[in-house]
């Protein structure tokens, strides 16, 4: 059988390919890796390079991401000193501090980070309760101490799983713990609206009756102005009319000249004044002039 | 040579079978749902490598038995052995075709079964969301299923290649299997080398691209055992295995296809196409052009373009290249993949991330954003409440009570950039979700520690600022590497289970405005109407005053000529006067005169009003229409 040169060299190119990736791996800056023989772990390395190794099933690789990993635990609730329910969650920024120590805690595992992160999540939720227990309402949500409470229970949080972490030795460290949530439970945020509500109602109703209140004092005090106005007015308007008078009265020492004649000229004057408006008159013959319709007139017309 | 065929077929067999567990246990290892639907195609070539085995078992021991009956009828020729029935003579013979008439059908029918049977369920766990995990260590498990691919290519090549000699066609089923199995496991380590290389989704593809494979491959089984029964079946022709499958054939041996497409252009052309020399230095040399492009394909990775507004970072064996990290837009050398490697970041793109709830809905894509209308995922956050804090502080009461706090819905869009890649890519595993979270932290902090009413008016500008420099600081104390560009916090509001009452209030506080005003109107009209009466009054005053004393004057200087007439005439002066005026004083009244005055008669005067008859003739106009 005659050999096909070409077949020879992609078949050893194929070869020294796949053999290469048997037997060797590459660790990267961002990584850390546990090498495994027959599962027992005989190589910790923290140096990014290209290492050899058996193949599988001899020898395993165990990577793990050396950069802090960022977690968010679960909205877990709490009840404050002063008996309020609150819920929280935190952020957590950890990493694998010692790689041949967190591979065998996690070796069951699957997913080893995705372990470790679930007990992290338990041991928050214990230590987050325990510190919101502590604490009262004011230290979470205030405007005095411009925030000094809230970093404390943050830090209270974070030591006591700095603390767990260093007892049980599991290979990882807490960076650094973060309260990303707080919230109230839902029944609880749904009093909380109806109080907001009827703060906005008093509001309302404040606006409005202080509204009609300030407009009927307005009006009261245009009414007081317009009248004193009025008033003065009219006081004005008596004087001047006095002033007349008085003026006027100069005049009466002309008639006092007849004052028999005056008498007569203001009565005829009383008369014509009193009989401008619509009147009814009842004379008898004898009064003048129609006394003429008597006789002595009557004899005299005819002499 | 029947030795060997027999030899051939059961390492065939034995190698089906060694690499059909090893790829079993290699895709488990690596959770590769390919492998483990190509295990299946191991395990149906190990069946049919049996039996084809198997078959060249008995058609070895028919053989055996023709030779020793001829060696004996030359020997004992018209014996009476002879005389005797072919049942009773040939028993390989009649075990052969018992086998081939009974066995193989049954088997086929097994073998369809289990190519339908194995596709419909393989089809149905890999839809089963728990089925899709990650996959694991997917360089051993390429590195594996090529070695793999490449041993079954290897020995069904040779294979293959014996078959085609005489008495040895029972080679060819499980050559078939043999290259079809180092296909599909190149195909495997393909999709895993595509799951490497980020594309996590390429080996359920390949999963599911083998399973309806096995359903064609199911069809195709059954098509055979329907044109079995039809089949015409001639003395001495030898026919195909009934097993043996034709589109698996064709799948490890597509050179099948480029023969037949290559007679057809013989036949389209009237000419040998496929003898010109261009058609055979073509044929002779694809593997080698092929080989060449691999190779340029390698060698084209020795060179990346960086694009504007990125950075990338070199990576030599895994170590960062420090002396040429970042780098910038533009072309750079490097070493082949795999021992350089580059990864791209948007460096100078400003990105956004929007803290309190889900960006990306139709609410956001509207012209007018309105309290009323909610957020996708919106949260309420608290917020300090300074009137409440302090009752809460005065009042403590226990029993259940309602927090002192209030709700608040915020969107605080936060933009960034990227001004340090290796502390972006280096210290962090997610550096933008961590960004995110040092974000919210401080949004929530800073909510908490300021008034409500204080941060929906005044307080709003001042947010932004302070929140901006503490997000900065807090990306800083972690060293992300991030430049906060600014943030927004022009959508804080109050959830919208509240905000129709904020409305009502700032309907309310416009209604009071407006009463004012117009009690105002008012005023000013009340007091203009009250002046303008004043002057009428003291006007009116004046007037009178001064007719008063213009009359007054003009009385008694009457009253001086009066006198001269009335000394001149004592009598008769004063009744003209008195006729003169009572003429003009009598001239509109109603006069009545009583000639007789001596009797006693009782005379009734009627003095009512009357109604005037023009009033009484008054018509009252239509209405008009509306």
Redesign the interface.
């Known amino acids: ?1 005659k050999r ?1 040169p ?2 020879l ?3 050893l190119l ?2 020294v ?3 290469f ?2 037997f060797t ?7 850390v890796a546990v090498v495994t023989t027959f599962g027992k772990p005989t190589r910790p390395i923290t140096e ?3 290492y050899c190794k058996w ?3 001899i020898q ?2 165990w990577t793990f ?1 050396r ?4 977690f ?1 635990d679960r909205l877990t609730e709490g009840l404050t000193l ?3 329910n609150l819920l929280t969650s935190v ?1 957590v ?1 950890w990493r694998v501090s010692d790689p041949a120590t967190f591979f065998p805690r996690f070796a069951g595992s ?2 080893p980070m995705a372990a470790a992160e679930a007990l992290l999540d338990q041991w928050l939720g214990n230590a987050k309760t325990a510190a919101v227990g502590r604490h009262p ?2 230290d ?4 005095t101490d ?2 000094a409470a ?1 970093l404390a229970i943050e830090n209270e949080i974070l030591q006591t799983i700095q603390s767990q972490i260093l007892t049980n030795n599991l290979g990882l460290q807490v960076e ?1 713990l ?7 439970p839902e029944s ?2 749904q ?7 009827s703060e ?2 008093v ?6 009756y ?3 209140a ?6 009261s ?3 007081r ?3 004193e ?2 008033s ?3 006081a ?6 006095g ?3 008085a ?6 020492k ?2 006092q ?2 004052p028999e ?2 008498s ?2 203001f009565r ?2 009383a ?2 004044d ?3 408006q ?13 006394n003429l ?1 008597g006789t002595g007139s009557t004899n005299l017309l005819t002499k | 040579m029947d030795k060997t065929i027999q030899k051939n077929g059961l390492i065939n067999l034995l190698v089906l079978l060694g690499v059909g567990v090893a790829a079993l246990a290699v895709a488990r290892y690596a959770n590769s749902l390919g492998g483990q639907v190509g295990s299946l195609y191991l395990g149906l070539g190990v069946l049919v490598a049996a039996v084809s085995w198997f078959q060249m078992h008995l058609e070895q021991r028919e053989r055996l038995e023709k030779l020793e009956l001829e060696e004996l009828a030359k020997g004992r020729s018209g014996s009476a052995l002879f005389e005797a029935k072919d049942a009773e003579l040939f028993p390989a013979q009649r075990s052969r075709e018992q086998f081939e008439r009974f066995f193989v059908p049954g088997f086929t029918v097994l073998l369809f079964v289990l190519q339908a049977g194995g596709a419909f369920l393989l089809w149905r766990w890999l839809s089963r969301a728990t089925t899709v995990t990650e996959v694991r260590q997917p360089i051993t498990g390429l590195a594996l299923f090529g070695l793999f691919a490449l041993v079954l290519f290897l020995l069904g090549r040779f294979s293959a290649t014996v078959a085609r000699l005489e008495h040895h066609r029972l080679l060819r089923p499980g050559a078939s299997y043999l290259l079809c199995n180092a296909v599909l496991c190149l195909v495997v380590a393909l999709g895993l080398v595509a799951v490497w290389a980020g594309f996590p989704k390429a080996d359920l593809y390949v999963a599911h691209a083998l399973c309806a494979l096995l359903a064609l491959l199911a069809l195709e089984t059954l098509i055979q055992l329907v044109l079995e029964i039809y089949r015409p079946r001639l003395k001495g022709k030898v026919g195909r295995p009934l097993y043996e499958s034709r589109l698996v054939g064709l799948l490890g041996q597509p050179e099948g296809l480029v023969t037949t497409a290559a007679q057809a252009l013989d036949y389209q052309f009237g000419f040998k196409v496929s003898e010109t020399w261009f058609y055979r230095f073509f044929a002779k040399a694809l593997g080698w052009i092929i080989l060449l492009q691999v190779g340029a394909l390698l060698l084209s990775t020795a060179v990346v373009f960086i694009d504007a507004g990125e950075q990338a970072l070199l990576e030599r064996l895994g170590k960062l290249v420090e002396s040429r990290s970042p780098l910038g837009p533009g072309a750079h050398l490097k070493w082949p993949w795999p021992i350089d490697r580059v990864y791209r970041f948007r460096t100078e793109q400003i990105q956004t991330f929007t803290v309190g709830f889900a960006p990306g809905t139709e609410i956001e894509r509207e012209r007018y954003l309105l309290w009323s209308r909610g957020h996708k995922a919106e949260t309420n956050f608290l917020v300090a409440n300074r009137e409440q804090l302090t009752q809460a502080v005065t009042n403590l009461v226990t029993g259940k009570r309602t927090p002192p706090v209030s709700l608040l819905t915020v969107g605080v869009p936060v933009h960034f950039e990227v001004t340090n890649l290796v502390q972006w890519a280096y210290n962090h595993e997610n550096a933008p979700a961590l960004l995110e979270d040092l974000s919210t932290r401080e949004v929530v902090r800073y909510l908490v520690g300021v008034d409500m009413g204080e941060i929906m008016s005044r307080g709003r500008e001042e947010a932004g600022r302070a929140l901006r420099s503490r997000i900065q600081t807090a990306a800083d104390g972690r060293r992300l590497g991030a430049r906060i560009v600014s943030v927004g916090v022009g959508d804080l509001h109050p959830p919208v289970n509240v905000v129709p009452e904020y409305e009502k209030v700032v309907s309310a506080n416009q209604t009071k405005q407006a009463k004012i005003l117009a009690a105002r109107a008012d005023d000013i009209r009340t007091n203009a109407l009250a002046l303008a009466q004043a002057v009428t009054l003291t006007n009116t005053a004046s007037a009178e005053r001064l007719a008063r004393e213009v009359g007054a004057l003009a009385e008694a200087a009457l009253f001086t000529n009066q006198i001269p007439a009335f000394k001149a005439a004592p009598s008769v002066y004063p009744e003209r006067a008195y006729l003169q005026t009572f003429v003009r004083a009598t001239a509109n009244a109603r006069k009545y005169v009583l000639l007789t005055t001596n009797t006693q008669d009782v005379i009734v005067f009627d003095l009512q009003e009357s109604v005037a008859e023009s009033l009484l003739n008054l018509k009252v106009p239509a209405p008009k229409p509306q």
Do not use: C
């Open positions: 059988m096909n070409l077949t060299i992609i078949g194929l070869i390919i796949f053999g990736l048997l791996f590459q660790v990267r800056t961002t990584d990014p390079n290209l193949p599988w099933p395993r690789v991401d950069r802090v990993q960022n968010e002063d008996h309020f952020y920024g699957a997913k309402l004011s979470f949500v205030s405007t411009d925030g809230f650094f973060g309260l990303k949530r707080l919230q109230l609880v945020s009093s909380v609206f109806d109080r907001m509500t906005r109602k509001l309302a109703d404040g606006f409005q202080e509204g009609e300030e407009a009927q004092r307005i009006r005090e245009a009414e102005r317009a009248a106005v009025l003065n007015a009219k004005r308007a008596t004087g001047i009319e002033e007349g008078e003026e006027a009265a100069k005049s009466l002309v008639f000249q007849n004649l005056a007569f000229i005829l004057s008369l014509e009193s009989l401008k619509r009147s009814t008159l009842i004379f008898d013959q004898r009064t003048s002039p129609f319709f």
